[in-house]
């Protein structure tokens, strides 16, 4: 029913198996997806996520970006990349532009 597959793994690149015995017990625990990490990195990003340490590919710290507030015209940094058709704020001016909506 099940037959061994190779799977790219997302942090590292390199290929890894899923085996047939694998993707069972997946189904009999109710997985849906299959994984996206080799072994090696699934430990270190368990080990990671038992320390706390956050890594981009795991949704953790996110670049951020320099903009200028629109209301107060102070310093602003934002996690996306600002465009000029819509206003930026700084997190106390954002706050209060919230608060008023």
């Known amino acids: 029913m099940y037959a061994d597959k190779t799977i790219r793994c997302r942090d590292c690149g390199m290929d890894f ?25 699934r430990a270190v990003a368990k080990q990671n996520r038992a320390l706390g340490i956050s890594t981009p590919s795991a949704g953790g710290q996110r670049e951020m970006h320099a903009a200028v507030c629109a209301e107060c015209g102070g310093q602003a940094l934002v996690p996306f990349l600002p465009r000029n058709d819509r206003p930026v704020y700084c997190s106390n001016c954002f706050d209060k532009v919230r608060a008023r909506a």
């Open 17 to 41: 198996v899923f085996s047939a015995g694998e993707q069972q017990f997946y189904a009999e625990k109710g997985l849906l997806n299959e994984p996206q990490r080799c072994q090696s990195c």
